[in-house]
């Protein structure tokens, strides 16, 4: 297998569970942003407006237009929140919730095939892999002055 970088391996993954999720959204005449936030919002009792963006580490301006557009479609209402006049609280309609299970179903249905491709072994060092990457970009050291960038397989911005 020809050496990859760990951030291309990610993204390259990432986007094609997002092309995957955008897919299987379409048949449900959705996608994964929809999916996504009707999954990040309390199904009880609501999510404040100003939560959601940073829970699916989004910006606001694209939330906007997401929770603009879901509305339109009858899958949220916002209402006052009663604990802060200035906020507003993010609900499920019916109708939301009845997409916020489609999109739940998918989900469980990716985890569910790649859990019975892998040993539980090669699962646990997956997690224990990104709970290390998150790890190391929280701690805010990588691209620090004390951290010299080097080594075997490191890219030379000169070369590659």
Known sequence: MKDITIDYALRATWQAVARMY????????????????????????????????PKMGMEA???SRILKRMEEQGL??????????????IYLTDFGLEKRNDSKNVVLKFNE???????????NTFFEVMET?????????????DNPIGGQGALDPKTD
Do not use: C, H, Q, W
């Open 22 to 53: 955008n897919e299987e959204a379409k048949k449900f005449d959705s996608t994964m942003a929809v999916g996504f936030t009707l999954l990040s919002v309390d199904p009880k009792t609501g999510t404040p407006s100003t939560a959601l963006g």
């Open 61 to 63: 301006t694209s939330l």
């Open 76 to 89: 949220i209402e916002r209402k006052p929140n009663p604990n802060d006049g200035r906020g507003v609280l």
């Open 113 to 123: 095939s790649v859990r019975n491709s892998l040993s539980e072994e090669k699962i």
């Open 133 to 145: 990457i998150n790890e190391l970009i929280a701690e805010k050291t990588i691209y620090t002055n």
